[in-house]
C-alpha cells in the first residue's frame, strides 16, 4: 500500500485527483494540505493539514501537486529532494527549463516523476487510438482536435484568468491537446499558432488555432470559450476514410457531479454521442470505448512498484512542454517556427 498525500484541495485537486486516487487498489489517500485545514466529511480517514512540511514529515510515498501553476515547479522539487515520488497537475510547469531541472533531480534519486494526462484516459482518444492501430484509417493526412466551450462570464478573481506565468488556455487545455498529438504522431517537424483574447475583458489567452507540421500531415488544434455549437471532438482525414466524434468524454462531468469512478458504467458515452468512420463502403458507427482516470493513478502506482514502465514520461511531458512555449512564440511572431532539434 502507497501513502499518497495530495498539495491543493481547489477545482483540480477536489474533482481529478481525490476522488480519483481514493478508489485505486493500492493507494491510501493520507493527508492533503488545505491553507484552512478543514476537514472533508468525503475523506474521512484523511488528514488534513495546512502546510507541505506536515506532508513531507508523514510516511507519504507519493506527493501530488494540484496547486496554481506558478507554484508546480518549486513544490515538485521540494518533494523530490525529501525523496518523495510526484505526480504534476498539468501543464508540468510554467516553462521547460523548470521541467528540466525537476527531471534532472527525480533522474539522480531515482524517482517516478510524472505529469496528470488524463486525457490519454478517456473514451474518444482510446478508441481512435485503436483505430489508428488498426489503420482503419490509412495513412493520416488531418488530424483536427477540439476544445470547444462557451462561457461568456469572466472570473477575474481567479489564477487562471490572471496574466501570472503559464495562466491561459493554451496553458491549461493546450497541454492536452498537445499530449495527445504528440502520442499518436511523434515531434513534428514545425508549429505555427494563432493564440489571442476573444471575450471582452478578459486579460489572458482565451482561445488558440495551432498547426503542427508532419510530413504530408498536419495535425490542427483548436480551442475556443465562444463556441455556442460546439464542433466535434475529433475530425481524422486518412487515405482509407474519415473518422467524426462528438462530444466530450463524461468522465469531468459525472467527477463534477460528485459521482466517483468505480461506479458501474463510468465511462460510458450515449449511442448519439459514439463516432462514424466514414469509408468508400459507407458510414459505419464506432461504440466508444469505456476508459477511467484510475488507470493513470494504476500505472503509477506500478511504476513506483517496479512492475510496469511509467505510461506518462516526463520526456514527453517535457516535449509538451516545448510546444508550449512555441506555439506561443510563433503565435507572437506569426509565422511558422521550425521544432528546435528536429531535423525532419
Not at 26 to 50: M, N, Q, W
Request: hydrophobic share 45%.
Amino acid at each position: 500500500m502507497l501513502n499518497v498525500g495530495l498539495v491543493g484541495f481547489g477545482f483540480a485537486g477536489q474533482v481529478f485527483h481525490a476522488p480519483v486516487i481514493s478508489v485505486v487498489d493500492g493507494l491510501r489517500l493520507t493527508a492533503i494540505v488545505r491553507r484552512s485545514a478543514e476537514r472533508d466529511s468525503r475523506y474521512p480517514e484523511v488528514e488534513f493539514v495546512r502546510s507541505i512540511d506536515e506532508i513531507l514529515a508523514r510516511p507519504i510515498d507519493l506527493v501530488v501537486v494540484a496547486t496554481p501553476n506558478t507554484s508546480h515547479a518549486p513544490i515538485a522539487k521540494q518533494c523530490l529532494l525529501a525523496g518523495k515520488h510526484v505526480v504534476i497537475d498539468k501543464p508540468f510547469a510554467t516553462t521547460a527549463a523548470e521541467a528540466e531541472e525537476l527531471m534532472a533531480i527525480a533522474r539522480a534519486r531515482r524517482l517516478v516523476l510524472s505529469v496528470y494526462q488524463n486525457r490519454r484516459y478517456v473514451g474518444d482518444f482510446v478508441t481512435l487510438r485503436k483505430l489508428l492501430a488498426e489503420d482503419a484509417l490509412g495513412r493520416v493526412a488531418l488530424y483536427e482536435s477540439h476544445f470547444d466551450r462557451f462561457r461568456l462570464k469572466l472570473r477575474p478573481g481567479t489564477w487562471r484568468e490572471k496574466p501570472l506565468p503559464g495562466s491561459g488556455l493554451w496553458f491549461d487545455l493546450g497541454a492536452h491537446l498537445l499530449d495527445q498529438a504528440l502520442v499518436l504522431f511523434g515531434i513534428p517537424e514545425a508549429i505555427s499558432a494563432d493564440i489571442r483574447i476573444e471575450r471582452d475583458g478578459a486579460e489572458v489567452d482565451d482561445a488558440a488555432d495551432v498547426t503542427l507540421h508532419y510530413p504530408r500531415m498536419r495535425a490542427m488544434l483548436r480551442i475556443s470559450m465562444l463556441a455556442a455549437a460546439p464542433g466535434p471532438m475529433f475530425i481524422v482525414r486518412g487515405t482509407k476514410g474519415t473518422f467524426v466524434k462528438f462530444g466530450l468524454d463524461p468522465q469531468e462531468e459525472a467527477l463534477k457531479a460528485g459521482r466517483i469512478p468505480s461506479e458501474p458504467s463510468w465511462d460510458c458515452d450515449p449511442p448519439e454521442l459514439y463516432g462514424k468512420l466514414t469509408t468508400a463502403e459507407g458510414t459505419v458507427t464506432v461504440p466508444t470505448i469505456p476508459s477511467n482516470f484510475t488507470h493513470y493513478y494504476a500505472n503509477v502506482r506500478d511504476a513506483i512498484l517496479g512492475k510496469a514502465e511509467l505510461a506518462v514520461k516526463p520526456q514527453q511531458s517535457l516535449d509538451v512542454m516545448r510546444g508550449i512555449e512555441l506555439a506561443l512564440e510563433a503565435s507572437r511572431q506569426q509565422r511558422t517556427l521550425a521544432w528546435p532539434g528536429n531535423n525532419g
